[in-house]
């Protein structure tokens, strides 16, 4: 009864979200243009090369040389406002192979989930092998919910984190790349950006 209950809970929540957010509507769409984007790598062992299409998509180029036995994902995304301190929308460091189950548990991150491993071969798994890893050009769906949250007119949004390896018992963490964006979700009629 209690998982029911939960189920209930979390469709009504969805369904509350995709009202809110008009996503059944034909009038607005979200989408986001990046105004700074950086990374680093610990080369040779973990290599990233991103490239950015038009201010809207992101692609991928990742090798990896040596297996990463523990890799740890974070992921902090804030919004600003020029008045206000940052508000934090997500913030999570989690085992890789843990990150998929979350994924799919919140349903404002699982489109943007589903449609990064539909657009590449990356991996989800502990350890993570060595080998090439791409990803397209990837955007987020001018109607995916999550946008329309980080929507505001005078706001920006930032979104930080990496990958690490966990060393040891204590759960130390060894970057291997980590990355940081920063952009505006701007909102227009369908159909003019898509």
Known sequence: MRGNWRTLVSITTWLLLLELSGIGSKE??????????????????????????NQTGIGSVTTINEEIASPVSRILILQHSSKEKPRTIYNATMKLCDLQNVFNSV????PVKDNML????????CP??????SMGNMKVSPKNPLLSLLYQPKHTFSVKGGLFEELGSRGRLRPLSTYF????????SCGANE
């Open 28 to 53: 607005s769409c979200y989408y986001i243009f990046f105004t700074h984007a950086n990374w680093t790598d610990a080369r040779p062992r973990f290599i990233v090369n991103m490239t950015f299409s």
């Open 107 to 110: 349903p404002l991150f699982k």
């Open 118 to 125: 539909k657009q590449s071969n990356y991996s989800l798994s």
């Open 128 to 133: 993570l092998v060595p080998g090439t890893y």
């Open 181 to 188: 964006m920063a952009g505006k979700v701007v909102k227009r």
